[in-house]
């Protein structure tokens, strides 16, 4: 699909747990999107992927068309 997401292959390349697919679930089901306050343009999308995971996306949107070039699970403290 042509307005589909671009997953930048980083993402997968330092966190080889998360797949495309797990970014593409949680993107599409996104709990929480806010613009960065820090002037870059992008945003910080929070949603849940197909596992039950909770995922931290960072997109831009160029040229009508986002790009997720960071994405990862919050770190949780083991029992």
Avoid: C, F
Avoid at 37 to 50: A, I
């Amino acid at each position: 699909m042509d307005d589909e997401p671009i997953i930048h292959p980083r993402i997968h390349e330092r966190h080889p747990q998360i797949s495309e697919h797990d970014v593409l679930d949680a993107w599409h089901g996104a709990l929480l999107s806010a613009l960065r306050m820090d002037g870059s343009g992008s945003w910080v999308t929070v949603g849940m992927d197909s596992n039950g995971r909770l995922l931290e996306m960072v997109s831009i949107n160029r040229h009508r068309r986002w790009l997720i070039y960071h994405a990862m699970t919050p770190h949780r403290k083991r029992p």
